[in-house]
Nanobody
Framework: QVQLVESGGGLVQPGGSLRLACAGS????????MGWYRQAPGKERELVAT???????SYADSVEGRFIISRDNTKNTLYLQMNSLQLEDTAVYFC??????????WGQGTQVTVSS
């Protein structure tokens, strides 16, 4: 059974930093494109960042230059370093593992709240 478990969320002031982690079990991360998504209240889930099997990264324009996605396949763990957090970054953050043609796994999410 595949499980993705996010951790590291919490309450932070604007300008602060958080590091999210996603630990996987029953899955070999090295075979998957990994990503972070987020969903704010009343909004659709949106892509934050992805990292390919080879380590290539891409980011949403809204987080480019502030967030860093990384992976450690030996630990089956995905990370998201979030710096210079803004109020608009408040959301539930989800870990995703994707493999063609149609395999797609999600974590349960971790809440990130940016507030003064």
């Amino acid at each position: 059974q595949v499980q993705l478990v996010e951790s590291g969320g919490g309450l932070v002031q604007p300008g602060g930093s958080l590091r999210l982690a996603c630990a996987g079990s029953g899955i070999s991360f090295r075979l998957y494109t990994m990503g972070w998504y987020r969903q704010a209240p009343g909004k659709e889930r949106e892509l934050v960042a992805t990292i390919s099997r080879g380590g290539s990264t891409s980011y949403a324009d809204s987080v480019e230059g502030r967030f860093i996605i990384s992976r450690d396949n030996t630990k089956n763990t995905l990370y998201l370093q979030m710096n210079s957090l803004q109020l608009e970054d408040t959301a539930v953050y989800f870990c995703n593992a994707r493999r063609q043609p149609a395999t797609n796994y999600w974590g349960q999410g971790t809440q990130v709240t940016v507030s003064s």
